[in-house]
């Protein structure tokens, strides 16, 4: 035989989508933050790092660290740790922006990134307090149901499972959500108009301070939701994943056009399907050296990403 | 920008940028330093500080910094993958003289002249500086940082997956040691700390000619306004190609010798901690400033190798006094990440200019706080011109 297995590819394509969705939800906040004070929040693939921590805490308080002898799907314990990571991760972006970037916004470019790098050391610490430098294991609580195999009767390498469903169940009404924010509501409108021209939107009487903080604080709840669906999807977390996480989600930022909230959700799965390509035909080793090629290839042939708009020398 | 107007030629005269008591004062730093570097290892001996290993990485990370002052301070461009020339010079030195290199002629035992290797690696880094220089022209700030940030990734991950050529996460050991009649390098590191001293004088050197030299003022001006800079004819492609390449080559020198100091090199060595920390090191001392950036490079050195164990004793002593099991076990080091975090939010808050600032960067700086009605002028002007 060998070639070309159609399976094979279309499995790696239905893990590829799922992984592409937490990443878009990481890179909605890269890109939320990037649209309107144009810094790139080095910090944020650790706030969600953070947030798995918090996630982790949270079901161990509830009992329910581990899988074994629990039976059935313990919904509540998920919701709760999903709302302590959503709010933690929401409040902590508002505070890192308050003490170490709104101080720095009229300082020159390179500063607020810097103090960024900071943050993000001081939250990798954190991690590494709080959990320890061996990677943890995240509790496998959701319902083992595979639909390709269990429903439809098919034997094939293709899964969609009920862990597939989940994600995505939940990546996609948050996203929705939002783009309706920043479209239909009084605080979106003013979002938008700060990234547009942050001056005249002082001029016009919009409280500038209040409307970056909010979309801190919204990057940040994307962050913690995407941290549960991480922590419940691969079952393990550790204090490095950040790093990792967070230059994916770049990237995905980057490849959908920086500033375009459509962008990144479009650049997160693409993202989640080159690596999950990559893993698939070249190797687990590989996955990083592809996106990192991916993300040097778009930046010098098309730094305006794919839906992104010419910005002029923005950069 | 205005070219500085040539100071009156005396003795030395063509060396100094400054005049009159500036110049005396700068003169006397030089001397005192250049002086107490070379006495360290007999000041080391007399007071019994036992600091002789910790020095020699010291002074190569002082060389790491001075290369990356010149594409960070000089040229403007932000450079977050440093280290991919580190390991680069590193692993060229092992190809060219380690038993285990790929390179058969080599590895039957004709192994190259540490010396000559070290130029050779250098070399090697400056046009891998060039390659990833050339695409990254275009881009400017933040979009460079994340591009020369994936490099760095990049390298390392690269040289981990192809364990055919470089031995992979194993490493690769020995390397050939510098061979120097009456000298041995095997085991003592004083002649490593002589040597370093010696390369990182000749970086000194060619760093602060270069500033004040035709490329370093291109170099101001491209950093300051690239439009205005290319208008007035200077050429960005070459200009920015020159710095990348430089900084790589002053990384690569300094990975040879890393290399062969160590005698194992493995990818590890070379994450993204190692640009990171360079970086903070500039940053502290002051970009731009060559003293600066030697003063940041030995105080943060200095916190990291030497402050932290002498802590981390005090912290045990205690412990052992107390009986405390925890304080007994604690290990500084531990949080140093979290201190470097800290260190650098509040310097950037705090002084952004660094602590021995350039006199350039400073005015930069601060000009905001001189005169607000007339900053905010220039900002309006400034977006209009963006637009």
Not at chain 1, 261 to 272: Q, S, Y
Not at chain 2, 182 to 194: R, T
């Amino acid at each position: 035989m060998g070639g070309w297995q159609i399976d094979l590819f279309l499995a790696a394509v239905m893990i590829g989508i799922t992984n592409g969705a937490f990443i878009a939800l990481i890179a909605l906040g890269y890109t939320l933050v990037y649209g309107i004070i144009e810094l790139i929040n080095f910090a944020h693939g650790d706030l969600f790092m953070l947030g798995t921590f918090v996630c982790l805490s949270s079901l161990t308080l509830l009992g329910f660290r581990t899988e074994v002898g629990i039976v059935g799907t313990p919904w509540h314990a998920l919701l709760i740790a999903m709302l302590a990571a959503m709010i933690f991760c929401g409040v902590l972006n508002v505070l890192a922006e308050r003490i170490a970037y709104r101080p720095l916004r009229r300082a020159p470019r390179l500063a607020p990134l810097i103090s960024a790098i900071g943050v993000s050391f001081i939250f990798v610490n954190i991690g590494l307090y709080w959990q320890g430098p061996t990677p943890q294991r995240f509790p496998d609580l959701l319902p083992q149901y595979d639909f390709v195999s269990q429903l439809l009767g098919i034997t094939s390498l293709v899964r969609f499972t009920f862990k597939d469903l989940f994600v995505l169940s939940l990546a996609i009404p948050l996203m929705l959500a939002l783009a309706w924010i920043i479209k239909n509501t009084r605080i979106g409108k003013a979002m938008r108009a700060v990234a547009q021209d942050t001056e005249m939107s002082l001029q016009m009487g919009i409280d500038v301070n209040r409307v970056i903080a909010f979309t801190f604080l919204l990057g940040g709840v994307l962050a913690g939701a995407a941290s549960l669906m991480y922590g419940l999807y691969n079952n393990n977390t550790v204090f490095t994943l950040g790093f990792d996480a967070g230059l994916k989600a770049f990237t995905a930022a980057v490849l959908g056009g920086i500033g375009n909230i459509t962008g990144a959700a479009l650049g997160g799965f693409v993202l989640g399907l080159l690596s999950a390509l990559t893993i698939t035909y070249f190797g687990g080793q590989w996955e990083n050296v592809g996106v990192f090629s991916l993300l040097v290839i778009i930046l010098v042939f098309k730094p305006t990403g794919l839906l992104g708009q010419e910005t002029g020398e923005k950069a | 920008m205005k070219p500085k107007p040539n100071p009156a030629r005396s003795t030395l005269g063509w060396w100094y940028t400054t005049t009159g008591k500036a110049r005396e004062r700068q003169m006397l730093v030089t001397i005192v330093g250049i002086a107490l570097a070379l006495l360290f290892p007999v000041i080391n001996g007399l007071l019994g500080l036992g600091w002789e290993a910790k020095a020699v990485p010291i002074a190569l990370f002082i060389i790491l910094a001075l290369g990356l002052n010149v594409v960070v301070g000089f040229a403007g461009l932000l450079d977050l993958g440093y280290a991919a020339f580190f390991a680069i010079g590193a692993y060229s030195m092992a190809f060219l003289t380690s038993a285990q290199s790929p390179i058969p002629w080599v590895a039957q035992g004709n192994q190259v002249n540490f010396f000559l290797a070290m130029f050779i690696s250098a070399g090697v880094a400056a046009v891998f500086g060039v390659i990833l220089g050339a695409p990254t022209l275009r881009l400017r700030g933040d979009y460079l940082a994340i591009v020369t940030l994936g490099f760095g990734e990049i390298v390392p991950l690269v040289i981990k997956n192809t364990p055919e050529l470089t031995k992979g996460t194993q490493g690769m050991n020995p390397i050939g040691l510098p061979q120097v009649p009456g000298v041995n390098f095997g085991s003592d590191p004083i002649p490593w700390y002589y040597l370093i001293v010696a390369v990182l004088l000749l970086t000194v050197v060619l760093t602060s000619r270069l500033r004040v030299s035709r490329i370093g003022r291109a170099w101001a001006a491209m950093r300051e306004d690239e439009v205005a800079a290319a208008s007035m004819g200077v050429n960005l492609v070459t200009t920015k190609l020159f710095a990348f390449a430089l900084g790589a080559s002053f990384s690569g020198f300094a990975g040879t010798i890393w290399a062969s100091y160590l005698q194992v090199i493995a990818p590890e060595q070379f994450r993204f901690d190692v640009s990171i920390f360079v970086l903070c090191m500039i940053i502290l001392g002051g970009l731009g400033n060559i003293g600066g950036v030697i003063a940041g490079g030995l105080l943060l050195g200095g916190v990291d190798r030497i402050l932290f164990d002498w802590v981390s004793g005090i912290v045990h002593g205690i412990g052992a006094a107390i009986q405390n099991q925890d304080l007994q076990l604690m290990d500084v080091s531990r949080s140093r990440q979290l201190i470097f975090g800290v260190a650098l939010v509040v310097m950037m808050l705090v002084r952004p200019e660094g602590l021995f600032p350039s006199a350039r960067v400073k005015a930069e700086l601060h000009a905001a706080e001189e005169d607000e009605g007339a900053v905010e002028q220039e900002r309006a002007q400034v977006v209009d011109v963006e637009r």
